[in-house]
Structures are given as structure tokens and as C-alpha cells.
């Protein structure tokens, strides 16, 4: 038999969760299969994966009918469907959830994007979620925006697990993990268990790389006289994402030496992952496998697309480099500023993370729309 390299990547403290969800691959078994032996050890979803999976499947049909004859909104018959298949995608990770200790076997659900820079909101629906899909290994995505910081603290403090999202810079990230250490703590001064709860910060990357190196094409496409200028523009290209992560990387190391965190730990607090995602490699001259196998590490999760986690399987070469090249990130990062390349990192960051919540604004608008077409053809004359 061939070998699964997937199974390879856990013993270097790296877990592989997939990111995509649907009603077929659990009642297929597939999902059972991918987790009791493909090594996958969670699963995220966003408004994307669930447009793909309801819109045109009829296997949500008898479900959408009963909410017409029972008169509920469009909205009620979506959060209907979504939340029974994350119950179920729950129930198969949770021999994970248990024999992991609670680090692993969670599944993730976004709270509605269209609320992202709401505060308020943001908690309200992070706590309803929670509490009407009612399984310890479900966790809440909460975009890491300046509004979804303070709600990710309070969350944590509510005692529920939360998944950072949509964070492309380091700065972003380390603002995410102090956000989940003060939640912690306001839950530890009030007496209350935080062994339990569990976050990770999902740090985007195939994004940064497309981003970055249709800036450097652009540049190359105008023209450049000189050819060490030229070199240096396509040395960059493919590169930033990587070495951007392994400094934040760096970063979650100071942060769990700190004397803040040591004293959580103690009290059995978990670490808060970095979590890899957009994980699928968008250049085709580019190794399909580069986010997986460039960012294996301690500590660290990796959310893969069924594609991706097909080639990973095949032809991954595992080992641990999270750690490899460092110094080397922290100079291709530096290199930007460089007039010759002149790429503002921290404006990519920033456009990035209005072009994330966007793209999930969209699919979400869209399978409201989708649904509400079904819902007419559905509904009796």
C-alpha cells in the first residue's frame, strides 16, 4: 500500500483538519473514513463551502420543505440546515475530541459575516450559536477585525471555543492571542474552569502570495532595465506568505513564555494554535503541497481543502521546517521595503482583510438568494 503521508505529519505536533463540510459527505460515511483513517482531526466551514454544499443538492430538499410548511424564514430554514450538519460533523469527531483531551475534534461555524464589525452582535450570536447547536467540540469563527477582538475575549470568558479568522498579518495575530489570554484570564479571576476551552488563530496565506505577486508581475509587465532589479522581484514571488508565517510563528513562542501565559497554563489552560488556512496553492507553477509541507510544526493546525488533503496523501514531504529558514523570512519581509520591490506589506494586510470579509459576505448573500428561489419552488401552490 501506499503511503499516507498525512498520517506522518501528527507525530511533528501538527494536526490536519479539512476545510469543507456538507450533508453528502456525512451521510456517504466519507467524513467517517476521512477521520477514523485519513488523520483528520477537525473540520472549518464558511459561507462558501455551505453555498457549495446546499445550493443545487437536493439532498436538502425534505429538509427546506419542512420549513416552509412550517412558516420559517429563509434565514431560520439556512441556520436549520447549516446547524444539524455541524451537530453531525460533531458527533463523528468526537471520539477525536475525547481521546486528544479537547485539542483536537472541533468543528468550526462562522457567525454570520454581515455582523463582522459589530461587537455586540458578534457575542450575541457566538453565544446562541453555541448554545443551539449544544456540542462542547463546535467552535465559533469570529474574524480577527478591530470589532471581533473584544468579542473573541468576552466569548472566551463565556467559557466557548473560538476560532480567529481572516488574519493575514503578524501584528493581527498577536493582537488575537492576547485577546484570547485576556479572556482567559477574566474567566480565571471569577473562579471558573479554563481547562476546557480551546482557540486557534487561523493565519491566511495562499491570499498573500496572489496578492503580492500580481503586484511584482505588474511591475515585471511594465518593464524593468535591469536585470538584478528583476531578480530580485522574482525572488519574492511565492515567498511572502511562508516566511510570513514562520515569523508569527516566532511570535506565538514569546507569547507562551510570557509570565501571563505560564500562569494560565498552570491553571491548565490550552495554547492557542496557529492554524494555516487557504491552504490551497492558487499558482499552478507553484508545489501543490507548499503550505503543508513548508509549515509543519509543533502546536500549529492545518486546514486543507479535499484536494489538497488528496495530494498531501501522495506525495507530502514530511518533516519539521517551521522552524528552518527563520532568519531568512525576517529578510524577505524586510526585502519589501527594498525600492526596487517598494510592496507595503502592512496596505496588503489591509486590503486582504476587507477583501476576506467581503468574500464571505458574498456567498452568504448568495445562498440566501439561493435558497429563497428553492424555497418558491418548493412551497405548495
Keep these: 500500500m501506499a503511503t499516507n503521508h498525512l498520517l506522518e505529519i501528527k507525530q511533528y505536533g501538527q494536526s490536519i483538519w479539512m476545510d469543507n463540510l456538507s450533508r453528502d459527505i456525512i451521510q456517504s460515511g466519507e467524513l467517517q473514513d476521512l477521520v477514523e483513517n485519513q488523520g483528520i482531526a477537525g473540520i472549518t466551514s464558511n ?10 443538492n437536493v439532498i436538502y430538499d425534505a429538509d427546506i420543505e419542512a420549513g416552509v410548511r412550517a412558516g420559517s424564514p429563509t434565514y431560520k430554514i439556512y441556520e436549520s440546515l447549516i446547524f444539524a450538519d455541524i451537530r453531525s460533523a460533531c458527533d463523528i469527531l468526537r471520539p477525536v475530541y ?3 483531551n479537547h485539542l483536537d475534534g472541533y468543528v468550526s461555524i ?10 455586540e452582535a458578534t457575542i450575541a450570536e457566538a453565544k446562541r450559536y453555541f448554545q443551539e447547536i449544544d456540542r462542547e467540540n463546535l467552535m465559533i469563527k469570529i474574524p480577527g477585525t478591530e470589532s471581533g477582538l473584544p468579542a473573541v475575549e468576552q466569548v472566551i470568558a463565556d467559557g466557548i471555543n473560538v476560532n480567529i479568522t481572516l488574519l493575514f498579518s503578524v501584528e493581527s495575530y498577536v493582537n488575537t492571542a492576547w485577546a484570547y489570554i485576556r479572556g482567559l484570564e477574566k474567566r480565571a479571576s471569577e473562579g471558573k474552569d479554563i481547562s476546557k476551552i480551546a482557540s486557534v488563530a487561523s493565519f491566511f496565506l495562499s491570499r498573500i502570495d496572489n496578492n503580492i505577486d500580481a503586484k511584482i508581475d505588474a511591475k515585471l509587465k511594465k518593464g524593468v532595465d535591469d536585470i538584478a532589479v528583476e531578480a530580485k522581484l522574482n525572488a519574492v514571488k511565492g515567498k ?3 516566511a510570513n508565517a514562520k515569523i508569527a510563528y516566532q511570535e506565538y513562542k514569546k507569547i507562551i513564555e510570557s509570565d501571563r ?4 497554563a498552570a491553571k491548565g489552560a490550552k495554547v492557542q494554535r496557529l492554524l494555516w488556512a487557504s491552504t490551497s496553492t492558487k499558482n499552478p507553477s507553484y508545489s501543490d503541497v507548499m503550505y503543508i509541507d513548508e509549515l509543519i510544526g509543533r502546536d500549529t493546525v492545518n486546514t486543507v481543502p479535499p484536494a489538497t ?10 518533516g519539521d521546517r517551521l522552524e528552518t529558514g527563520v532568519e531568512e523570512a525576517y529578510k524577505l519581509i524586510e526585502n519589501l521595503k527594498d525600492p526596487d520591490i517598494n510592496i507595503d506589506i502592512n496596505a496588503v494586510m489591509d486590503e486582504l482583510l476587507v477583501e476576506g470579509i467581503d468574500k464571505f459576505i458574498q456567498p452568504f448573500q448568495s445562498l440566501m438568494n439561493s435558497l429563497e428561489e428553492k424555497i418558491k419552488v418548493l412551497s405548495p401552490v
Design 47 to 56: 459561507p462558501t463551502i455551505f453555498e457549495k454544499a446546499i445550493a443545487g
Design 110 to 119: 462562522e457567525v454570520p459575516p454581515t455582523i463582522a464589525h459589530d461587537t
Design 98 to 100: 475525547e481521546s486528544s
Design 261 to 264: 501565559w505560564q500562569a494560565l
Design 309 to 318: 488533503i488528496k495530494a498531501c496523501a501522495d506525495h507530502c514531504n514530511v
Design 240 to 242: 511572502v506568505a511562508i
